[in-house]
C-alpha cells in the first residue's frame, strides 16, 4: 500500500464529508466495528461543522460527541493501532504468541495537536457508504 497522504484542504482532495452517507454504519471500511463507529462520528463531525477535511482538536470531536454521548470519543483504532494476537484460534487455544498492531494511522495527531485525516480514511469511508446521489462525480483511486 502507498504512503498515506494527510488531508489539509477541501480544494485538493475531491471527495468531501457530503459525499459520504455517515447516517449508515461503515461496513468493512475498516474491518473492525467499533473503529467504523468512530469514523462515522469523525465524517458526521465534519459534515456539521462544513469546513471539509481540515484538521479538528479533540476538545471539538468531545463537544460534538458530548450531544449524544458522555463517556468520551474514543479513536478505537483511527490513530494508533490496538496490539492484538495474530490468530484468535491460537489466543483462545492458550498460545501466547506475539501481539501485532492492527489498525492505526488513518488519523494522523499533529505536533499542532490537531487530528488530520488522510485520503485512505476518506477513501475507505466513501467506498462503504457513498451518498447515492452526488450533484457532482466523484473519481475514486483505487
Not at 17 to 42: N, R, Y
Not at 62 to 87: A, C, W
Not at 113 to 127: A, G, P, Q, S
Request: aromatic share 14%; proline share 6%.
Amino acid at each position: 500500500m502507498s504512503q498515506k497522504k494527510i488531508i489539509t484542504a477541501t480544494e485538493e482532495f475531491p471527495i468531501t464529508p457530503e459525499h459520504i452517507d455517515a447516517s449508515q454504519h461503515l461496513f468493512d471500511a475498516f474491518d473492525h466495528s467499533e473503529t467504523e463507529v468512530s469514523a462515522g462520528w469523525i465524517v458526521r463531525f465534519m459534515q456539521a461543522r462544513g469546513k471539509g477535511w481540515t484538521p479538528f482538536t479533540q476538545e471539538e470531536i468531545e463537544t460534538f460527541y458530548s450531544k449524544k454521548f458522555n463517556d468520551g470519543f474514543h479513536f478505537n483504532r483511527l490513530v494508533n493501532p490496538q496490539m492484538i494476537p495474530p490468530s484468535l484460534v491460537r489466543a483462545f487455544e492458550g498460545y501466547m504468541d506475539p501481539l501485532v498492531p492492527a489498525g492505526g494511522g488513518w488519523i494522523i495527531l499533529a505536533d499542532d495537536k490537531k487530528y488530520y485525516v488522510t485520503d485512505d480514511f476518506v477513501i475507505r469511508c466513501f467506498k462503504s457508504q457513498p451518498v447515492k446521489k452526488i450533484k457532482k462525480q466523484v473519481a475514486v483511486v483505487a
